[in-house]
């Protein structure tokens, strides 16, 4: 019984993690439906960010996360202006080879500046370790993970359906043409959920890098499990998102550790069989065009 | 029409221009061609072994035999064989290089065994650690290490120390069930006994699940082989938020999981790790002091087993320039390598003569802070070990 | 009627015009000929860059002839591969008997897994088909005894050809070889795209609903293209197999479909030629920019691709053909 | 009572809600039948219930005496139910003559062996292509026949839509709202168009239009809120009182 609940635990806060990395790219390519497969490289300048922040300034792992979301945020709104923008109306595949093009323009850039090993992220005392609850190890940063998850998905689901700016989001994607003459400047909407989405992607990946790792293959090395988490979810929505992630987290703990031997199949496996029953994502709207 | 046929001509000849022959005749010079994985998610192994090449040669000055030393780097991006394969062809046929050196990945070396053997191309491995590479041509000779050298080690010394019950874990794939295998088969050899193994997805960023399994089944250490990169930083967090030193569960693991440019990555996450190899950055030697001074002044970054690869592969080419007085043919340069002894930065040396790997020292270290950094820390010495896989 | 007739022979001729080998095709495969006298020593890489080439005008059936977007196509080229080599480590060294079953086997996958992609937009077949390819890679990783594992297939020794041709360091044989199966399987692929069944294939990327309007069994013409494309994957697997005389994992690996996209986006897509020329310009642009800087040379390739995203749309191909049509708008203009 | 094609009982719902009514339609060999209603009564859910793009939760359609509720769409296309879209649907980058060409290709797939259908060049079959040829010069298509559909005047295009229909010989043929968005004066080249169509052909119109309708019917269906509300003679229609309440009393 001792082992369902850790497992569970496990699997939850893995997808958790799941759903931080991730969350951005539901924005960017859910909900602006641009095919950003260079969500990773934002998620990496989250990373790097952080660990620059907290070795080089000796800003501390708290007070540096709002940075982190901030500078990638806006960082992005140069991107947005210069290269997205002219191909939100353009195919999917010259999406997909602009958002190459800059994965490896990223990935060489931070070979380049910070070399290809593996960076050193310190977490504070207060995050390591684990709590004993009920006969269960809990781990702190798990926790952590779990309560920014909690606070991110009520942000958003708050934001994107209850404010104005969130009415406006959906009007701009649901049809521009309309939204234009609404008088809502859809240009700018786009412009600041873009920002946010990578912004987001920022933090998710800052969080990420103590569990993932930070190396300059980031952006391409994790590209499949956030399109992964996006796409079975059903992309444009923040809750399919979670609960793809949460499912997906758990199936994979679970298959880990009661049969190891298929360890590495099982969250493919789950993928597909989830895409096969869902072919829309969990909670995916189905486009009727 | 034929306008525009001719223009199409034009520019295939044009683009395939830009790759063509720009072999220049040999003569003063020695060329040294390296196949090294550059790019990609294992960037950080070229990254060594062409750092660690450059480091002897800024050492050694570029000039051998009265004959330069010219490098010619070639980027195989990770483990691609036909690239590999690729790239030695044409080292061979358009550079017309003297050696060919690099090799981080096994199947990168195997895809070239069946043109260094037509061509007689003299060809260091500086460090893809399989067992058989070296009996599939032989022009090639190893200057680096193999896997189950390192980890045999570790089983006599887990037994020595009074461990009888252990568990391994290791990455899934070739490599992985390699050390697994010939670790368990060195410790049920003494006696011991391995509880439970698993195998873990190259691919995995969570090790939540398997470190549990091992907690669960109660080992008094646990043997652990997995590549370098991203995958012991991990492994490592997950192995102390469990809690599993607390538990009194040993780590033991090879040096690849303790690789020294990682160590500060790992922080305090690794104190007191028990593992076997061959090199640590912390040797205490006269020859290492050189080499990092050497590697130092080419990168900042911290060098590792894979630069002393580098480092060694190119003293021991320098070494064969000398002995034939810089005229090379394959024959006696291969005949030149075996029974060669070097003076490493982590200890002595020599090419074994019948397998063309090296017989070297292997350490165990144990992980301690020094000052701000980390370090493996050598306090046991396996003296002259052989493959023991062949 | 009979002058309806001499109208109707008109656009009779005006069909066949479009399906007519134009000079600039004809010079394309004379200029590769003329590769074999003219580079004798890289002759490995123009095969390698022909194989690629092979393999992207497979993704280009299904991508740009029926429109299915897939990032696992390695799966078929993989399998294909595995297929030559496990048949040549185990006894039959002939290339053609290994050509045929690999692309028979890729074949038969291929089949099978078109019916998971009967359901769902863009993103969902592209995950499904990403997600196979993955599985298939821990398929092979985890069966090391048969495989190789990681460290590759091992003892892969391929016959001669006809019993007289061996493989050469110079890679003569073997650049002949794949020059001359890549040319059949091309001129098979050209006249399929230029049938009947081409055209309907034309006319369900263009518009599914109209498709099915006009009677076209979508499904079935879907299964039946992806199935041809994974044996045209397989067989250049195969050829891949048989020039390296190894395989290794990498050739199911995700980067190998990602970069046959690459590939295949900057040619062109449903050009027929684009994969051809898009494997060889990437190619070459990455062995010279490696060339020129093995560690960093992944950023220039990357700003060639924003440039080629944000200058040149629809691909070197469409690219090339917009500045034709220019340039012929521009001399009528003169002429009248 | 041999009708060409008919509707049985049909009844559709998406959860709660009822879109189609036990609607039964019947058209008579040579009809020229109109299906009329106000916006959101159901019409292109039926239409596509009849075309197989939508299955009926219960009910059957029958075309010429056989019952075709399970057959999928492109079947029934083969069995000589054909339709033209409300918003143009057509291969953009397609010429017309290729457009009309495979249309004939595929309707007369099943006459060639795989190997002459798979790799025998398209312009091998002259006969195609000059039927095809033909069909657009009925429709005043041959002008533009050669230059790609997307460049193409919208109202041509609209007249494409005809003769991608016609050129799979069908039975009947269901015609969505042809005239929609061609500027009034100009739909009439295409009811030209229609008027000449053989008798053979059962045709079954959408149309908002009244004067068309009324121009071109013989008999009329006017559909409100998924149920059949009532059929008749133009006359009759005209006549109806619930008619003009529900529909004309607002139109006129």
Not at chain 2, 30 to 52: L, P, R
Not at chain 2, 91 to 102: E, M, N, T
Not at chain 4, 40 to 46: D, E, I, Q, V
Not at chain 4, 170 to 192: H, I, N, R, T, W
């Amino acid at each position: 019984m001792h082992s369902f609940l850790g497992v569970l635990f496990d699997g939850l806060a893995y997808g958790a993690l799941l759903f931080v990395i991730s969350v951005g790219l539901s924005i960017t390519l859910g909900l602006m439906g641009f095919n950003n497969l260079a969500h990773g490289v934002f998620a990496m300048a989250g990373g790097y960010l952080l660990v620059t922040l907290i070795s080089k300034a000796g800003i501390g792992f708290l007070p540096a996360l709002p940075i982190v979301f901030c500078v990638v945020a806006l960082g992005s709104l140069v991107l947005e202006r210069t290269l997205y923008r002219p191909l939100y109306k353009s195919t999917p595949l010259n999406q997909v080879l602009l958002s190459v093009g800059i994965i490896f323009v990223a990935t060489a850039g931070v070979n380049y500046l910070w070399g290809p090993g593996q960076q050193p992220v310190v977490i504070p005392e207060w995050l390591s370790g684990q709590y004993a609850v009920l006969g269960l190890d809990l781990s702190r940063y798990r926790l952590f993970l779990m309560v920014i998850v909690a606070a991110i998905t009520l942000a958003l689901v708050f934001g994107l359906e209850r404010t104005r700016f969130g009415a406006k989001i959906r009007a701009s994607v649901d049809n521009q043409r309309t939204a234009e003459s609404m008088g809502i400047r859809v240009d700018r909407v786009f412009q600041l959920t873009f920002a946010l989405g990578s912004g987001l992607a920022g933090l998710g990946g800052a969080l990420g890098v103590d569990v993932l790792g930070l190396d300059p293959n980031f952006a391409i090395k994790y590209l499949v499990y956030f399109l992964l988490v996006v796409v079975v979810g059903g992309p444009g929505s923040v809750f399919g998102t979670l609960l793809a992630a949460l499912l997906l987290g758990v199936a994979d703990i679970a298959g880990k550790y009661y049969v190891p031997q298929l360890g590495a199949f099982i969250i493919y496996a789950a993928m597909i069989i989830l895409l096969l029953l869902f072919p829309h994502g969990l909670l995916g709207r189905r486009k009727s065009r | 029409m034929f306008r525009i046929g001719f223009v199409f001509v034009m520019l295939l000849c044009g683009i395939l221009a830009l790759s063509a022959d720009q072999a220049c005749a040999a003569g003063s010079t020695i060329k040294i061609g390296m196949i090294a994985e550059m790019t990609g998610s294992f960037s950080d192994f070229g990254f060594n072994i062409v750092n660690g090449a450059k480091a002897y040669m800024k050492e050694h000055g570029d000039t051998v035999a009265g004959k330069k030393i010219e490098l010619i780097v070639k980027d195989v991006g990770g483990p691609s064989p036909e690239v590999a394969k690729r790239l030695a062809q044409e080292l061979i046929v358009k550079d017309k290089v003297d050696f060919i050196a690099g090799f981080g990945f096994t199947p990168n070396a195997l895809a070239v065994a069946p043109i260094i053997t037509e061509a007689k191309m003299p060809t260091v491995i500086m460090n893809a650690a399989t067992s058989i590479i070296t009996t599939k041509s032989p022009y090639f000779v190893r200057v680096s290490m193999t896997l189950p050298q390192t980890t045999e080690p570790m089983a006599q010394w887990a037994h020595k120390n009074g461990y009888r019950k252990i568990y391994t874990l290791v990455a899934d794939y070739g490599p992985g069930h390699d050390s697994e295998a010939a670790f368990k088969k060195a410790f049920t050899k003494l006696g011991g006994q391995v509880v439970g193994e698993s195998r873990v997805p190259l691919k995995n960023p969570e090790f939540g699940p398997y470190v549990q399994r091992i907690k669960d089944s109660k080992p008094q250490a646990v043997f652990v082989f997995l590549p370098a990169g991203e995958m012991p930083v991990a492994f490592m967090k997950s192995y102390n938020e469990r809690g599993l030193a607390k538990a009194g569960i040993k780590l033991l693991t090879t040096g690849d999981v303790m690789n020294d440019n990682v160590q500060d990555a790992l922080g305090d996450h690794a104190l007191g790790v028990i593992s076997t190899h061959h090199y640590s950055v912390d040797h205490k030697s006269p020859e290492n002091k050189a080499f990092l001074a050497a590697f130092a002044k080419i990168e900042p970054q911290r060098p590792n087993y894979m630069a002393v690869g580098g480092y060694d592969g190119m003293a021991a080419i320098y070494n064969v320039i000398k002995q034939l007085k810089g005229v090379i043919d394959g024959d006696k340069a291969m005949a030149a390598f075996k029974g060669m002894k070097l003076n490493s930065p982590r200890g002595p040396v020599l090419i074994d003569p019948a397998t063309r790997d090296a017989i070297e020292n292997i350490y165990v270290r144990e992980v301690k802070k020094i000052g701000s950094h980390y370090y493996n820390v050598e306090f046991e010495t396996f003296k002259a070990v052989k493959d023991p896989g062949k | 009627m009979s002058d309806n007739l001499a109208k109707a022979s008109r656009h009779v001729s005006f069909l066949r015009g479009r399906e007519r080998w134009k000079s600039a095709e004809i010079a394309f495969w004379l200029t590769l000929v003329g590769v074999y006298f003219v580079f004798p020593s890289s002759l490995v890489f123009a095969s390698q860059i022909l194989i690629t080439g092979l393999f992207a005008l497979s993704l280009d059936m299904i991508l740009g002839y029926a429109g299915i977007v897939t990032l696992g196509h390695a799966a078929f080229f993989g399998i294909g591969a595995y297929t030559a080599g496990l048949m040549a480590a185990h006894g039959w060294h002939d290339p053609f008997l290994g050509l045929l079953v690999a692309g028979v086997t890729a074949g038969i996958a291929g089949y099978l897994c078109s019916f998971l992609l009967s359901k769902g937009g863009d993103l969902t077949r592209l995950m499904i088909t990403l997600g196979i390819g993955l599985l298939l890679y821990e398929v092979v990783n985890s069966a090391t005894k048969y495989t190789g594992g990681v460290d590759g297939l091992q003892g892969v020794e391929i016959g001669k050809l006809f019993g007289v041709f061996g493989f050469d360091l110079y890679g003569k044989t073997a650049y002949i070889y794949v020059l001359i199966i890549s040319f059949l399987l091309f001129v098979f692929t050209r006249s399929m795209m230029n049938s009947p069944y081409g055209l309907a294939l034309r006319s369900i990327r263009e518009n599914q609903t109209r498709a099915l309007a006009i009677g076209i069994p979508i499904s079935a013409c879907l299964t039946n293209i992806y199935s041809i494309a994974a044996v045209i994957a397989g067989i250049a697997g195969a050829l891949l197999t048989q020039t390296t005389q190894f395989v290794g994992i990498d050739v199911l690996s995700f980067q190998r479909s990602a970069d046959l996209l690459l590939i295949l986006i900057i040619g062109g897509t449903a050009t027929m030629y684009g994969g051809f020329v898009g494997a060889v310009v990437f190619l070459l642009a990455q062995n010279w920019l490696s060339n020129l800087n093995p560690q960093y040379w992944q950023f220039f390739l990357g700003i060639l691709l924003i440039v080629m995203t944000l200058y040149l749309r629809g691909g070197i191909l469409g690219g090339f053909s917009r500045l034709v049509n220019l340039f012929r708008h521009w001399r009528n203009k003169e002429h009248s | 009572m041999n009708a060409i094609l008919q509707t049985r009982d049909l009844w559709k719902a998406f959860g709660g809600l009822i879109v189609t009514k036990n609607v039964n339609l019947s058209l008579a060999p040579g009809a020229r039948h109109a299906l009329i209603g106000p916006n959101g009564a159901g019409k292109t859910t039926l239409i596509n219930q009849l075309t197989g793009v939508l299955r009926p939760s219960s009910g059957s359609v029958w075309l010429d005496g056989e019952e075709i509720t399970r057959i999928p769409a492109n079947e029934r296309v083969c069995r000589g139910l054909s339709r033209t879209f409300q918003i143009n649907t057509l291969f953009p980058q397609l010429t017309p003559l290729e457009a009309v060409t495979n249309a004939i290709c595929v309707r007369e797939r099943t006459r060639l062996n795989i190997l002459k259908r798979r790799f025998f060049r398209v312009s091998r079959r002259s006969a195609v292509i000059d039927e095809a040829y033909a069909l657009l010069e009925q429709l005043n298509l041959a002008q533009d026949c050669l230059v790609e559909t997307h460049t193409l005047a919208y109202g041509k295009q609209r007249l494409l839509e005809m003769a991608l229909a016609l050129a799979t010989k069908p039975k009947v043929l269901l015609l969505d709202e042809p005239a929609a968005g061609v500027p009034e004066g100009e739909s009439d080249e295409l009811f030209e168009v229609l008027n000449t169509l053989p008798k053979e052909i059962s045709i079954l119109l959408i149309e908002h239009d009244m004067n068309l309708v009324f121009n071109f019917a013989d008999r009329i269906t006017v559909l409100v809120n998924g149920e059949e509300l009532v059929t008749g003679t133009p006359s009759e229609i005209v006549e109806d009182p619930r008619v003009r309440e529900v529909y004309l009393g607002k139109g006129h």
